[in-house]
């Protein structure tokens, strides 16, 4: 097997740059087992460390943030370089099986197993990170996470990168999912930030995709679609200030209709261009209250805050503002993203057995107050005792404001707001009829959100109980056609394709 690395600016360049294919087809009868013996018995031959079921370590090697799907993959390999990984991927194109990487495992819908049966690479040997002075940019490996990542960033050379706000949570997967973070509304979300990618393809090929090429733009919201990612490169900033306020502004106690009325209070402040980009905003459908950080002089927050606190004492007259002086960014990133910013591999996974569903809601398309009525009441008519609900709306604009859906595969231009709803399992068990239930308690505000716009959502959160029709609109709107035509031409065997977001060939 040869690897090579090559830089690519197109797909019509990528062609080139492939080695050819050496798929060889296995009969396809073979049930799971009998592939994962195969299977790991071509990683063995290849001197690469695997498991498969009947492995003592199988429930550690399978272990995921979310509980509620079941992970049966044929085997897991965990490739120590580049060369492995080729190898690798060499048994499962002979084995005639799917292959998907795991990062951190902290997909809400399961995607770094997929589908059953599957061979998973686990990336946990490509932590490196390194930072290029010149242009001013992180290059970590597909198996970093967050917290290391943005730590080594800060402590070396008091930079920062827009993030996700879990310590523990996988670089490459978030950044290719979204990742909005407290900083994305003045630097972008990690997806804009993604200044280059290395893939190792299906054949084995390794190819770096930068600026203006198909496979970086794709890799913009359906990267895990294209191949594994050896590495990628991310722009990187100064901060406004060594430090920032944390606030949170209660509303008191308010019903629905007065927290609806709030919401728009609150949006009407930002479209009508009082909010300040360095301000990260979070509304808690739970309480009404919002919080989150300002990255910039105290003065400058109070002054932007007196307005809004002032519009929200004419509905909800018990609104108050606390805040609290943070010494330094780090302190901020340390609050919005987890004590595990400091612990040297990010700290724990966790995990949960929940459904997470998501909206997003355009400058062009502001939220009327029929809709914010029926989202919050939606979500305050949960009655189950097995099933806790969480749920915010993230205020998104700042810079969107410049982008447009076809910058990037993942179409998210004009952003307003990012709407996210959990149930939770209380047991950590899912209830057989929890998905169904927490589809039907919100759709009321879907249907009411549909009449304004077609829908839209956020890769990292979506909806995993989409239809492919339903979930590619809502991601990837107008971009999809494009997307289907990389991917033939990316991954024409489709060994990427074995889980729920996987791009159709076309
Ligand atoms: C506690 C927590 C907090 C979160 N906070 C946020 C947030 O603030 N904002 C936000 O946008 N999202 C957030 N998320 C969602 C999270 O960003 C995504 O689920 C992300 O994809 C997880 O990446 P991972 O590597 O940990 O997960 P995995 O399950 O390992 O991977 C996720 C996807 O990326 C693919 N992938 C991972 N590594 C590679 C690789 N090297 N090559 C190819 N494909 C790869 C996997 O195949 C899979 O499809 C959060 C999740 C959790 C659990």
Partial sequence: MRIRDNAINGVTALFA??????ISEAPTTLGQSGK???????????????????????????????????????????????????????CARNAS?????????????????????NLVIDMQAFTDLSFNNFTNQLTFGGGANVGPAAKYLWDNYRRHFPHVRGSHVGLAGSTMGGGFGTTSRFLGIPTDNLASIEYM?????????GPGSDLLWAAQGAGPSFGIVLSATLNTHEVPIDGAISYSLALGDVEVDAASTALLKIQKWVTSGQAPDELSLRFSLGNFASAGFFYGAEAEFDQALEPLV?????????????????????????AATGAGMNDPTGGQLGGRASLVQSWTVTSDNALSLKQAKALLQSYHSLNRTDIVGSGFLDLWGGISRNITDSDTAFAHGKNLWLIRVDGVANSGVWPSDGSAYMQALLEPFESSLKKSAPLRSFVNY????LSVKEWSSRLYGKNFAKLQKIKTGVDPKGLFSGYGLAIPAK
Avoid: M
């Fill in 17 to 22: 740059e492939i080695v050819a294919p050496e």
């Fill in 36 to 90: 994962a013996g195969i299977i790991k018995s071509c990683l063995d031959q290849g001197g690469i460390q695997a498991t498969i079921s009947t492995d003592a370590s199988w429930s550690n090697d399978t272990a995921s943030f979310q509980f509620r799907l079941a992970r049966e993959p044929a085997a897991i390999a965990f490739p120590q370089d580049k060369d492995q990984v080729a190898v690798a991927l060499e």
């Fill in 97 to 117: 099986i799917k292959v998907s990487a795991i990062g951190r495992a902290h997909s809400f819908q399961g995607y770094g197993y997929g589908n059953p049966g």
């Fill in 201 to 209: 393809l299906y054949n084995g090929s390794v190819v770096t995709a």
């Fill in 310 to 334: 002032e519009s929200l004492r004419s509905i909800a007259p018990a609104a108050n503002l606390t805040k609290t002086v943070l010494p330094s960014f780090w302190d901020s990133e340390v």
């Fill in 462 to 465: 979506v909806n995993s109980e």
